[in-house]
């Protein structure tokens, strides 16, 4: 199973990143709920180029359902799509374990770092990495 490039943004700076992308990879900016996204990539539908997932950390939060579950689900759509660019919007993240560099959206675990694309973000953005990272999803 090969990698996959996701952007984890907090919100407002989503939207931004989306749209720069969108005029930077010269595609249309699909724009999803979570649950939405899902059920479209799993029952195949979909042929994003670049897709803007929004309110994630609600959709994995444990006041709506079974949070683990919600994360595998999300992960599933999130491989199913490899050949797409990803943003999922969130409340917020945290790198747990510096020196391993995971990053966890609402205490579950997403992905590691992507040092080469989180310095991309402020390069070629503007987007410090406190406000969005890239995470690969295997």
């Known amino acids: 199973m090969s990698a996959v490039p ?11 990143l989306a749209k720069r992308l969108s005029k930077t990879l010269s595609c249309e900016l699909t724009v999803k ?8 990539v799993l029952k195949g539908k979909p042929e994003y180029r670049l897709v803007l997932v929004k309110n994630v950390s609600t959709f994995l ?8 579950e ?17 943003i999922l ?4 993240f ?14 579950l675990p997403i ?3 992507d040092w080469k694309g989180t310095r991309d973000l402020k390069e070629y953005y503007n987007i410090k990495p406190a406000d969005c ?3 690969i999803v295997t």
Request: glycine share 8%; net charge positive.
């Open 6 to 16: 996701v952007y984890i943004c907090r919100r407002g700076r989503a939207e931004s």
């Open 33 to 40: 709920k979570p649950l939405e996204f899902i059920r479209e």
């Open 61 to 68: 939060n444990s006041d709506y359902g079974e949070p683990l």
């Open 70 to 86: 919600a994360l595998t689900w999300l992960k599933r759509a999130i491989r199913k799509l490899r050949e797409s660019t990803i």
């Open 89 to 92: 919007e969130v409340g917020e």
């Open 94 to 107: 945290r790198l747990e374990l510096p020196e391993l560099t995971q990053v966890t959206v609402e205490g």
């Open 111 to 113: 992905g590691f770092r």
């Open 133 to 135: 990272i890239r995470v």
